[in-house]
């Protein structure tokens, strides 16, 4: 046999065993990839940095795309003279990684903390929504908050909840409480909301002050034709001078805290 006719032959066939090897191998590499088990999202959420300018936590929507990450990170620098400085909340689907479904920003005069979001079905539809403090006071607090919108696939601000201090959710009752302490004397402002037409209304105010050396007062307006209107009004004496007078005051507080009560029927 000619050895010179086997040259180019034997070449081919060493450059087609290469060809067939090296596909070989990115093909186990591809399967590998493909086969490798998708983090949890519990899993994906304790490979987030948590400190004093990172945030993380999940939020269960309860919608077709289940559980989400949330990322927040807060901006290094201020934006005032009051300190306010901007959270940036990136959210992901566990399901793709590769870039956040949705990114947005608001301003904050609180850092990021663990403690500092809160997960919660804030409007009553079934699907978990968040809040995140943004303003602590020795008295009030206020959180700003995101409802879910399964429809668009994505969170959406509501700015009515941002004026509310210390909000409190009752899916029983549908009713969203907010309680604004004046002092130390346990006086402040109670107010009750409702969501109507997917508006958040207030349907009763309660405003109860005891100042030193003056009449205690407690005033209370309900929501009658779409607006606020005063429906009671009373001055109780200030307790140095008849002690029973702030025990009045602070029952008349506590009964119209209650929704069902209207007054007292003569």
Not at 108 to 130: I, K, L, R, S, Y
Not at 257 to 265: P, S
Request: aromatic share 12%; proline share 6%; with cysteine.
């Amino acid at each position: 046999m000619n050895m010179k006719n086997l040259k180019i032959p034997l070449q081919v066939f060493s450059l087609a065993f290469v060809c067939c090897t090296l596909c070989a191998c990115q093909t186990d590499n591809a399967l590998s990839q493909t086969t490798q088990p998708q983090k949890s999202p519990q899993q994906l959420l304790e490979e987030q940095p948590i400190d004093d300018t990172h945030d993380a936590f999940l939020v269960d929507t309860g919608g077709e795309l289940g559980t989400l990450l949330v990322t927040a990170e807060l901006a290094m620098e201020n934006k005032n003279e009051f300190g306010t400085r901007d959270i940036t909340f990136s959210v992901w689907n566990p399901a793709d990684m590769e870039q956040p479904i949705q990114t947005f920003s608001e301003e904050f005069m609180m850092g990021v903390a663990p403690e500092f979001h809160h997960v919660v079905d804030v409007n009553f539809d079934g699907f978990q929504d968040f809040g995140y403090l943004f303003l602590l006071g020795n008295q009030p607090n206020y959180c700003h908050y995101w409802l879910w919108d399964e429809e668009y696939g994505q969170f959406k601000y509501c700015a009515p909840l941002s004026e509310i201090s210390q909000a409190v959710f009752d899916p029983e009752r549908q009713v969203v409480t907010g309680w604004a302490r004046s002092s130390g004397a346990g006086d402040g402002v109670t107010t009750f909301h409702r969501w109507e037409d997917g508006e958040l209304v207030c349907v009763r105010r309660v405003e109860s002050f005891s100042p030193w050396e003056e009449p205690s007062v407690v005033r209370v307006q309900d929501r009658i034709d779409g607006e606020l209107q005063q429906v009671y009004h009373e001055e109780f004496p200030w307790p140095g001078e008849e002690p029973e007078g702030q025990e009045a005051w602070r029952q008349a507080q506590h009964k119209w805290c209650d929704l069902d009560y209207h007054g007292e029927v003569e």
